[in-house]
C-alpha cells in the first residue's frame, strides 16, 4: 500500500505521511522550527474588528 503524501505547511515540499518521517507533518526539523517561531513570535495572527473605545454600554441618562 503506497503512503499518503501532504505538503509541508512551511515550504510546500512533498511529504510522506507516515512514522518514518518523525517531523511530520513538516519535511524537516528547520520547518518545523521556523513554525514554532512564527508562532512564538506571534506572526500568525487572526484579524480582529477594531472596537470603538468611546461607544459605553450604559445608557446616557440625559437622552
Known amino acids: 500500500m503506497n503512503a499518503r503524501t501532504v505538503n509541508c505547511p512551511r515550504c510546500g515540499e512533498p511529504v510522506e ?3 518514518s518521517q518523525p517531523y511530520r507533518p513538516f519535511c524537516s526539523k528547520r520547518c ?3 513554525d514554532l517561531g512564527a508562532w512564538a513570535s506571534e506572526s500568525y495572527r487572526i ?3 477594531e472596537v470603538d473605545d468611546d461607544v459605553s454600554d450604559t445608557p446616557d441618562p440625559d437622552r
Open 32 to 34: 518545523r522550527m521556523n
Open 17 to 19: 505521511w507516515s512514522t
Open 47 to 49: 484579524p480582529a474588528q
